[in-house]
């Protein structure tokens, strides 16, 4: 199983908090990975570091063998958490900027899931609820031919009679030789997708689990197990 992602003894502070401390930590391909932690327990962070968006303190980060930069960016399609879209376009021009920016974008298959998800080509970004411009994003990231998809928060804002297609359009939409690493705090909805599950506190990597054993060792659900243990 091919390596995507190593990171070593990577820290990464804001001033006199500690971010990251000291993370160790491997994505293999062909899985999907679930980063579990509270809101301010480093996720971000090191969403962001992988990204390249931010400057680490020390330690090492490569993917496919590069450190994050322009060689990356190729490689991971990334959904940040907060929305991004140029609020005075349309869907339809947000899909040709895609196109027209990244080679590996696929026209057709984003068409085909703005269809499934009753979303409109012709309507505006800032029409557009916050849910609605999520899943747009979503579609978008998802689109892509990808080897590393970061998604922060995909299920925010979004209805939960949505949570299943868009989890099901996650499941079905990546091949065998990328992964998708997942950073949530809605454990309980995201989990059945998971392979692989790697919880963070206060900047340290707590655990590196495989989803199915865990269950089963711990006699619960990830989501019981997580409430229980942070």
């Given at each position: 199983?091919?390596?995507?992602?190593?990171?070593?003894?990577?820290?990464?502070?804001?001033?006199?908090?500690?971010?990251?401390?000291?993370?160790?930590?491997?994505?293999?391909?062909?899985?999907?990975?679930?980063?579990?932690?509270?809101?301010?327990?480093?996720?971000?962070?090191?969403?962001?570091?992988?990204?390249?968006?931010?400057?680490?303190?020390?330690?090492?980060?490569?993917?496919?063998?590069?450190?994050?930069?322009?060689?990356?960016?190729?490689?991971?399609?990334?959904?940040?958490?907060?929305?991004?879209?140029?609020?005075?376009?349309?869907?339809?021009?947000?899909?040709?900027?895609?196109?027209?920016?990244?080679?590996?974008?696929?026209?057709?298959?984003?068409?085909?899931?703005?269809?499934?998800?009753?979303?409109?080509?012709?309507?505006?970004?800032?029409?557009?609820?916050?849910?609605?411009?999520?899943?747009?994003?979503?579609?978008?990231?998802?689109?892509?031919?990808?080897?590393?998809?970061?998604?922060?928060?995909?299920?925010?804002?979004?209805?939960?009679?949505?949570?299943?297609?868009?989890?099901?359009?996650?499941?079905?939409?990546?091949?065998?030789d990328a992964s998708i690493l997942i950073s949530?705090?809605?454990?309980?909805?995201?989990?059945?997708?998971?392979?692989?599950?790697?919880?963070?506190?206060?900047?340290?990597?707590?655990?590196?689990?495989?989803?199915?054993?865990?269950?089963?060792?711990?006699?619960?659900?990830?989501?019981?197990?997580?409430?229980?243990?942070?």
């Amino acid at each position: 199983m091919e390596i995507l992602v190593q990171v070593d003894h990577l820290s990464k502070s804001y001033g006199t908090k500690v971010a990251l401390k000291d993370v160790c930590l491997t994505i293999p391909t062909g899985k999907i990975i679930g980063l579990l932690g509270k809101n301010g327990s480093g996720k971000s962070t090191l969403i962001k570091l992988i990204n390249g968006l931010l400057r680490k303190d020390a330690g090492m980060i490569k993917v496919s063998g590069y450190e994050p930069g322009v060689e990356t960016k190729r490689l991971i399609s990334y959904l940040p958490e907060r929305t991004y879209l140029d609020r005075s376009q349309s869907v339809q021009q947000i899909l040709t900027f895609f196109q027209d920016f990244y080679p590996d974008f696929n026209l057709e298959k984003a068409k085909r899931l703005i269809q499934d998800l009753g979303l409109d080509l012709n309507m505006k970004i800032s029409s557009m609820s916050k849910g609605m411009q999520e899943k747009l994003q979503l579609i978008l990231v998802m689109s892509r031919n990808a080897k590393l998809y970061i998604l922060d928060e995909p299920l925010g804002g979004v209805d939960p009679s949505t949570r299943d297609y868009i989890l099901d359009t996650i499941l079905t939409n990546f091949s065998e030789d990328a992964s998708i690493l997942i950073s949530t705090h809605l454990i309980f909805d995201v989990e059945r997708i998971l392979d692989d599950v790697i919880f963070v506190d206060q900047g340290v990597i707590r655990g590196y689990e495989e989803a199915d054993r865990l269950r089963t060792e711990q006699g619960c659900s990830i989501d019981t197990y997580f409430r229980r243990t942070f």
